[in-house]
């Protein structure tokens, strides 16, 4: 638990700066599980700054993120692939084909065979060396929504009324925010090596309550990390107030 969301950021910072460098001494690829939204902004500003002040490269660094909205068309103003270019990867020396970000354009005939392949391409890797994580009002992690199983894999799902309500200030309207997305399944989230689920305000209060001191549930799909062996929730003050 950090006084703020600013000094949080920079301690996880630090910590994947840390990782990329003993990839790089050991000649490796270094895999990140990436999320949007609000809560990873600090950090991926702070990743910038170490990398434009204090020389950090991400030549080494191979990214998947977690999820895209379906359909979504990569240049437009709500993608997650602009807004991880906008955030960060135009930003560092990240190689273009390291970065992965499930394709909102695809046809649904091919959303099956493209998400074993997204998959399969982490497992050729080694699997996901540290997964960065946020977390969802109803305790969604990725868009694995309330009811998704432990062993769920990448997948086109339905969004929750409460995600799309959380989305659509972005969309200017419910009306025009989606309603699926691609989301990559609890499973690879879980075999991730390491993952850092980061959370901040009082708004998110509740459900970090019954993500780390409530029952283990597919209700509350962040719930499962209880069960993973290196997950540390980093939350501002504000985030940890309801916890005992
Ligand atoms: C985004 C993602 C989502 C968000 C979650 C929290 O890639 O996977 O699970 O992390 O909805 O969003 P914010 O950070 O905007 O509160």
């Not at 699926?180 to 499973?187: D, R």
């Amino acid at each position: 638990v950090f006084e703020d969301s600013q000094t949080a950021s920079k301690a996880i910072a630090k910590e994947i700066a840390k990782l990329i460098k003993v990839k790089q001494s050991q000649k490796q690829p270094c895999v990140l599980g990436l999320a949007t939204g609000s809560s990873p902004k600090g950090l991926y500003a702070e990743l910038v700054r170490l990398h434009k002040e204090e020389g950090l490269s991400f030549k080494n660094v191979v990214t998947f993120n977690l999820d895209e909205y379906y359909p979504m068309e990569p240049d437009s103003v709500n993608s997650y692939v602009r807004f991880m270019k906008t955030l960060l990867f135009d930003q560092v020396d990240i190689l273009k084909e390291n970065c992965h970000i499930p394709d909102g354009t695809l046809s649904k005939a091919d959303i099956a065979d493209y998400c074993s392949r997204y998959e399969a391409k982490i497992e050729a890797l080694g699997g996901i060396d540290l997964q960065i994580l946020g977390i969802g009002g109803n305790g969604h992690i990725g868009f694995n929504e309330s009811g998704s199983l432990q062993n769920s894999k990448t997948r086109l799902v339905a969004l929750d009324h409460i995600t799309r309500v959380a989305a659509s200030k972005d969309f200017a309207g419910l009306v025009n925010t989606p309603k699926t997305a691609i989301t990559l399944g609890v499973k690879k989230i879980m075999e991730a090596k390491r993952v850092i689920l980061m959370a901040w305000g009082e708004a998110k209060s509740a459900i970090i309550r019954a993500s780390v001191e409530g029952q283990i549930t597919n209700q509350v799909p962040a719930s499962f990390l209880q069960e993973h062996n290196n997950a540390t929730f980093v939350l501002d003050k504000g985030a940890a107030s309801k916890l005992t």
